[in-house]
């Protein structure tokens, strides 16, 4: 039995991924959004809470994991960063396999994964979209998030993968420093041309 195309999209911090992600669905593409997923886990009552809790005592209550009080354990500590990751990305692992277990009979689903490349998620994908935009349009939009510093920018940028690199390895690159009508245009086609490449019966 043909499976579905599968294609990961990622993006750095800024470059429009979400919206995107959105003109996927609008195209009537499955998304799995991998961010979303981890949001559900670790929300009210979410599975990962108790294996969290035991890992990170006292970050857990009634509205889920405490999410700054997590960032301040693991940022810039990389062995309760990574014992937190052995949480959780088993549990995404599994619930992308289900998603994609209900797609079955899609011609093309995308796995929405913002560190595709910092975390080696490119296993089980046919292709690698990278969303992109000027450096400048980028900055811009980051720095007009509430709470965003130029300083708090530039730490996230140092622990991304740099824009060219990623725009270098992926099979795939969607602008979004176009016009919004633009991007959506190339989303639509890259949609209708990877459909094409899976034809089911």
């Known amino acids: 039995m043909s499976q579905p195309f599968v294609l990961g999209l ?27 997923q981890v949001h559900r886990l ?14 990170f005592p006292g970050v857990t209550g009634p509205q889920g994991v405490d999410r700054g009080a997590l960032g301040a354990l693991v940022f810039g500590d990389p062995a309760a960063l990574a014992r937190l990751e052995a949480i959780v990305h088993p549990a995404v692992a599994e619930a992308r396999a289900a998603f994609l277990a209900a797609h079955a009979d ?37 720095l007009a998030r509430p ?15 740099p824009d060219a690199d990623k725009r270098a390895r992926a099979d795939h690159v969607i602008d979004t420093g176009l016009p919004l009508a633009e991007t959506a245009r190339v989303v639509n086609d890259l949609v209708a041309t990877l459909q094409a490449k899976n034809p089911r019966p």
């Not at 809470?49 to 890992?55: N, R, V």
């Not at 899609?106 to 935009?133: N, Q, R, T, W, Y």
Request: aromatic letters at 4%; glycine letters at 10%.
């Open 106 to 142: 899609a011609h093309l689903v995308v796995f929405d994964i913002p560190l595709l490349f910092e975390k080696g998620h490119e296993a089980g994908l046919d292709a690698v979209a990278v969303v992109s935009a000027p450096a400048a349009v980028q900055r811009a939009r980051v």
């Open 147 to 161: 709470g965003m510093t130029a300083e708090k920018f530039e730490r996230i940028l140092a622990l991304q993968v």
């Open 10 to 36: 990622t993006g750095s911090i800024g470059m429009g991924k979400s919206a995107v992600a959105a003109m996927l669905r609008d195209a009537g593409v499955p998304v799995f959004d991998a961010d979303a």
């Open 42 to 55: 670790q929300g009210p009552g979410g599975a990962l809470l108790p294996a969290i809790e035991a890992a």
